[in-house]
């Protein structure tokens, strides 16, 4: 495993396993690839504490299906999202997918094995910057539109 997509694993643990409880709403929505809804995603969502409430709870996650589109999930199983704030992290899922360097858009690293580079850019992942409001009803009109980054 190459040292982002590493950190951007451990990032998932402590995505699925923060504190506190807070307000589940239902969210979804789909997510485009060079203009392309993108079956391969995987979509992260954890909520960004504040200075009244620094453990705002557990985030939730979900797959793409085959349009792109994507229903969020908490860790014991709750459909949505907790409200308020979150930052958001895609990445292609596959055990064969090396992330890339946020400075060069190279593969971080060589390889273990043979595998394919993640068409997502790091600013959509290890280096995301993403952040999105959930409201108390919820939202099913969540769109990503992201630029795959080409291979120089």
């Known amino acids: 495993m190459t040292r982002i997509a590493a950190a951007v694993a451990a990032g998932l643990v402590v995505a699925l396993s923060g504190c506190g409880g807070g307000k589940f709403a239902p969210a979804s929505g789909v997510v485009y690839l060079d203009e392309k809804p993108y079956p391969r995603a995987v979509v992260v969502f954890q909520p960004v504490g504040s200075k009244d409430d ?10 793409t299906d085959e349009n792109g589109r ?7 199983g709750e459909t949505g999202a907790i409200v308020g704030r979150h930052l958001v992290r895609i990445m292609t899922k596959g055990n064969d997918v ?18 394919t580079v993640d068409p997502i850019p790091p600013e959509w992942n290890s280096a995301s910057t993403v952040e999105v409001d959930i409201p108390p009803g919820g939202t099913d009109s969540l ?10």
């Not at 769109?143 to 980054?149: D, Q």
């Open 143 to 152: 769109k990503f539109e992201i630029k795959s980054r080409k291979k120089k």
């Open 98 to 115: 090396i992330t890339q360097n946020p400075e060069t858009g190279s593969e971080d690293g060589p390889p273990a094995g043979k595998g």
């Open 54 to 63: 620094q453990t705002p709870g557990r985030g939730s996650s979900a797959y």
């Open 70 to 76: 994507f229903v969020l999930k908490g860790v014991d």
